[in-house]
């Protein structure tokens, strides 16, 4: 496969007509995307060559219903000029099947290690790269690839999504923890590596009073070394906390094994706020979340005038913009 | 990763230098008073759809595969910057219903994204809400409705796949009890639910649960620690998902299943206190798509909560704001908007901020009326969206009234008048 029309078009190399490879493509008629009686005239996109051409053999091969080499060739091409058009991607999972050899699966990974960043916000190749993964049930090439993928951009939606599936699917927790620490120690504003985290702790820790006070001391602790106005590690801290919550109305019910931990289990996190309530200046950027987390804790304590004396500095000072939303949650 | 908060202050700067140029702040919109700053070029707007009708430049190829997006996109573009009284010309109304045609997938029912691909339900909704904005009997006949609701049970997993090796990578069904697959063997996420329960809303099928069941606990656990939907379990919180999933709990009536509070504060802090506009995850930059998928969230939390999630009607975002991002930094005087600026402007980011703009003109339905005559009306249908507004019940940036965009449900993304015209078709044929 290595010397095919798909594989050279990913060298850079100019785009070769079809039509001038006789050969392979004489007895394909091409069809056109309309006939003179169904043009619509209207929606039409000014196609560059080349996506044309690969559509018009494509929808012959399509009507044929042919499954062979030169389809599993041709899908290339689509995909080279049209990396959206999932039935090309289907196809090539058809062809593999009917009839790829050992080499072409192994092949397949390959190629989606070399396109993969190109196409790295495309939704149909991560979905092409699970089926072929499973289909292999070899997941060894994962997390190196992934490694690419994120440094490029380490907030790709797909790739996270991906990691999930893959972790969970071949167990391999291991080591996670440790990826997770540096590539939030590298960017702690990415608050993709902050869920990804969530989902880690989740999945390997008991949750208990021991994990959340870690999770949220740790969430502290970025919070302080970086910036105030990171969002992600606050929310963090009230995602553990409100699930605390959930726990304990859980473990009101006859015969829940939940826990019953709430929030004014940890006074420290009272105290952590009140603290930086006087580290930082009223006007800096993030000093809101200071006050919603403490509004929390005041909302746990009971304490309702002194939360809505919080909420009431919310709409006017420290978070106008969500005046709104503050009225809304003043404590009647 | 210097580059990202580079880039962040970079946008930041540039926003600044818009608003200063207006007089303008984000912060200071309620008192912004400048009418002749603050215009929404409706006419151009217009035009621009028109254009796009006509040709597509050959950028729209990366959105080829999902072609009946597009005449959904232009005519809600037009639906919504032309004056409700005007309609849609008879002869643009035709060829857009011969485009569709073509793309309708006579053997297994939906739409297919291009001629000869398969059948992929997202392009089946999108092709349906055009269809819904043509409004004609002949748009609506091209649908069969028995093959689509084939086509629907064929993408639904109503018993999820067991994963294995030993099945063929073209015969996986990936996803989990009560998701829709796009496609036959194709992805799974919520947006497919999303268009899967419109269709069979507005065909009439539902309730049923042959299309729904385990649809509702599957959107509950996607709901995250940060209060958003993501695609998945343990996903991240994302504007769309969050949008796809609430919408379908309101159409299942199974909103209790989700934490409204929690995703009510997600959603307000989506809102850049100095940009104006939405992001739609946190720490990512502001984008005028976001204008929809979030401001409708704000809507429909106040529907889901009968009327209890506004203040004075208005919603719990900076409605001023976002439509100071939209015209300042987005709008382009040639017609259509961009995501943010720098970017160029594209059919795509246009309908979705000139929806979202509208969505934050208009106030809750429940401030004009008393709640318990709305949830009477809930009994049978949604609630009363009407067309016409009393500027009282608007809220625009500098009380500039001829920026009144027309009102569409935050639900189907189109004027509620069409939708309602073509469920009614579809209750009869
Ligand atoms: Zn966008």
Known sequence: MADSDGESLYEGKEYIPMDEKLDKWADVEPIEQYTQENDPGVCKIDYTPGF???????????????????????????????????????????????????????????????????????????????????????????KQFMEGILKSDDKNYHAWSYRIWFIKYFNLFDGEMEFIEKMIQDNPVNNSAWSYRYFLVNHTKEFGKETVEQEIQYA???????????EAPWVYIRGFLAKTDEEAKRSQRPNSSAKRIIITDFPFVKETCL?????YEEGAHGYRFINILLLDYLIGEGLKEEANEVIDKLATVYDPIRENYWKYRKIS | MASLSESLKDLQELIAEFYELADYTPL?????????????????????????ILSLNYGYQSVDSGSPWLPYWLTNILEITMNPIEELPSVLRKKLTKFLKNLHNDESGGFRGQISLQSHIAS???????????????????????????????????????????????????????????????????????????????????????LTEGMSDLIASCQTYEGGIACNPYGEAHAGYTYCGLSCMILLGEVDKLNLDRLIEWAVNRQLEMEGGFNGRINKLVDSCYNFWMGAIFEMVDMATKGKANIDGQWLCSQLALQGY????????????????????????TMYALAGTSICQHKSHFHQKKVEEISEENKEDDPELSEGDDFDEVCILSKNYNNLLARLSPIYNARMCLVKKAKEFYKEN
């Open chain 1, 275 to 279: 603290q930086m309530l006087k580290d």
């Open chain 2, 326 to 349: 939209s015209i300042f930094c987005c709008q382009s005087s040639e017609g259509g908007f961009k995501d943010k600026p720098r970017k160029g402007v594209d059919v795509y980011h």
């Open chain 1, 52 to 142: 044309e051409e690969a559509m018009r053999y494509f929808r012959a091969l399509l009507n044929s219903n042919e499954i062979s080499r030169r389809m599993l060739e041709l899908t290339q091409v689509v995909i080279k000029v049209n990396y959206g058009c999932y039935t090309a991607w289907y196809i090539r999972r058809k062809c593999l099947d009917e009839i790829g050899t050992e080499e072409d699966w192994q092949n397949e990974i390959k190629y989606l290690n070399k396109i993969g960043i190109a196409l790295e916000k495309n939704y149909q190749i991560w979905h092409h790269r699970r089926c072929i993964v499973q289909k292999l049930n070899d997941p060894s090439n994962e």
């Open chain 2, 124 to 210: 089946t909704y999108g092709g349906l809400m055009a269809i819904v904005n043509i409004g004609t009997e002949e748009a609506y006949q091209i649908i069969d409705k028995q093959k689509m609701k084939e086509f629907l049970t064929e993408v639904f997993c109503k018993v999820k796949q067991e994963p294995s090796s030993t099945l063929k990578s073209s015969e996986m069904k990936v996803g989990e009890n009560g998701a829709y697959i796009m496609h036959e063997n194709g992805e799974y996420d919520l947006r497919a639910c999303y268009c899967a329960l419109i269709i069979a809303d507005i065909l009439g099928f539902l309730p049923d649960p042959d």
């Open chain 1, 220 to 230: 502290f602790q970025q919070i302080k070394d970086y910036k105030l106005d990171n």
């Open chain 2, 28 to 52: 200071g919109a309620k008192e912004y008073n400048e009418k002749d700053m603050c215009n929404i070029d409706k006419g151009t707007h217009a035009q621009f759809a028109l254009n796009n």
